[in-house]
């Protein structure tokens, strides 16, 4: 694992699929190049910000 | 040093430690562009009495029918832990753009911070068998946590709980931080 490895700072969601608040499933992740380490150092907060569309209606 | 609980139960606990939980800055909608924000705690620890929590669960999760939801919370209370040497250095929060008070570790203020005779801030370190490095909570940056988020991530992000006692003598030191009265200079 490469530790280096951190969060980037922003993400444009292309499908407003991606965002699904209806659900407690986390919402985006696709921007994660790697998990946090797994070895318990405790690294520093980090801020994503994510946009997307919003289409009306219901699926 | 605190003593730790490691086996994992299905409901949330004081005291009990997450990894990588979200908190929402904001959501924001204009012209058909939703945007969201939000700070990755590497690890917070849950502060809500136990009770409370212990009453929650029963009543969210409970097959039997209750005659009322008087006891369900909205959220769940939680502050963040950030590792001391970041905050020796005032650097904990520099990946989001902040940047703290220089705290000297060698000096008064490093060896108050560590005997917790700074009411903001709570020190932890963890026994030898949980490779946590020493830790600090900071009440001051405390946040709520949806509580049906927070146990989905049982499963995945859930690292210890703190003892009785321990998480006794941080919810103490939480509540009287939060009740300390600010008098005019």
């Not at chain 2, 997450?18 to 690890?43: A, D, H, L, Q, W």
């Not at chain 2, 000096?107 to 709570?122: C, D, E, I, V």
């Amino acid at each position: 694992m490469n530790k280096n490895k951190t969060f980037s700072s922003e993400y444009i969601a292309t499908d407003s699929t991606d965002i699904d608040t209806n659900e407690y499933k986390e919402i985006e992740h696709l921007n994660v190049e790697e998990e946090f380490d797994k070895n318990y150092e405790i690294s520093k907060p980090k801020r994503i910000i994510i946009r997307g569309k919003v289409i009306d209606g219901k699926d | 040093m605190v003593r730790i609980r490691k086996q994992k139960i299905n409901r949330i606990r004081q005291g009990d430690i997450f990894r990588e939980v979200e908190y929402i800055e904001y959501v924001n909608e204009s012209k058909g562009i939703i945007e969201v924000s939000k700070i990755i705690f590497p690890y917070v620890i849950v502060l809500t009495q136990d009770c409370d929590l212990q009453q929650d669960y029963t009543l969210r999760w409970s097959k039997r029918q209750r005659q009322n939801h008087d006891k369900l919370l909205l959220s769940t209370l939680v502050a963040p832990l950030y590792n001391a040497e970041h905050i020796y250095t005032g650097e904990h929060l520099s990946e989001i753009g902040l940047k703290m008070q220089f705290i000297s570790k060698n000096k008064t203020p490093g060896k108050n911070l560590r005997n917790n005779m700074m009411p903001r801030y709570h020190y932890i370190e963890f026994p030898d068998d949980v490779p946590i490095v020493p830790s600090v909570i900071d009440f001051k940056h405390y946040f709520s946590v949806n509580i049906e988020y927070l146990k989905k991530l049982k499963k995945e992000k859930f690292v210890c709980n703190i003892a009785p006692l321990y998480r006794e003598d941080i919810s103490q030191r939480f509540a009287a931080f939060l009740s300390r009265i600010g008098l005019p200079d």
